[in-house]
């Protein structure tokens, strides 16, 4: 099914570890977006890439690092993770910004000890 | 600043019951807003959205929701709701059609008694 693909669902890092989460879709959209979700925060957004080739800070982009590979994959590195960064991490994209909605990944839950 | 407030965390409702979630924002101009769902281990869905014209606005599911400049409000409805609607429903709003970044409330979790 199309969609958006995120690897992998479920990752224990310890503190000061580092690892890459992916995210892959195949709608040819040109958006993508990475969001944390904290119990009673909502959504927030950490960066995004409006188009290929290009990379913006969110709401909460420290600690994090993106790398927008092609159209398709949009990465996202925690170089030395940190408990604080312990979270539910969405992948998402769109095809005309906002507009369309945007259509979300199930998700990589992250634990930092 | 753009601002989203779903005021109630949790809402319980019986099975059939009407069911309806608040939504107000702060922007100066007419907002863009939307409204997902998020069922247990997945991520968002788009349920609907509002940009201009009709003020009450249907979506997917049943579900439907009416922008109220007057007050600041886009609050989420549906008149009976069925043991699958429990889910956590989040309101979203953004500055315009060329922003690529949503405001997103906190959530309020739907809890559905049968």
């Known amino acids: 099914n199309a969609g958006v693909t995120q690897t992998p669902k479920f990752q224990v890092l310890k503190t000061g570890q580092s690892m890459t989460l992916q995210c892959a879709q195949d709608m040819n959209h040109n958006s993508m977006y990475w969001y944390r979700q904290d119990p009673g925060m909502g959504l927030r957004l950490i960066y995004y890439s409006a188009s290929e080739g290009t990379t913006d800070k969110g709401e909460v982009p420290n600690g994090y690092n993106v790398s927008r590979l092609n159209k398709r994959e949009f990465s996202l590195r925690l170089e030395s993770a940190a408990p604080s960064q312990t979270s539910v991490y969405f992948c998402a994209s769109s095809d005309r910004g906002i507009i369309g909605g945007y259509t979300f990944g199930s998700g990589t839950r992250l634990t930092v000890v | 600043a753009q601002s989203v407030t779903q005021p109630d965390i949790h809402i319980t409702v019986s099975e059939g019951a009407s069911l309806e979630l608040r939504c107000n924002y702060s922007y100066g101009a007419t907002p863009y807003l939307f409204w997902y769902v998020q069922s247990p281990g997945q991520g968002l869905q788009l349920l609907l959205k509002?940009?201009?014209?009709?003020?009450l606005v249907q979506g997917i599911k049943g579900f439907e929701a009416e922008f109220k400049r007057s007050q600041s409000s886009f609050n989420l409805r549906k008149p009976s709701v069925h043991w699958s609607d429990a889910a956590e429903y989040f309101c979203a709003v953004g500055e315009s059609s060329g922003t690529y970044k949503y405001i997103f409330g906190t959530g309020t979790r739907l809890k559905v008694l049968a």
């Open positions: 509002y940009f201009s014209g009709d003020t």
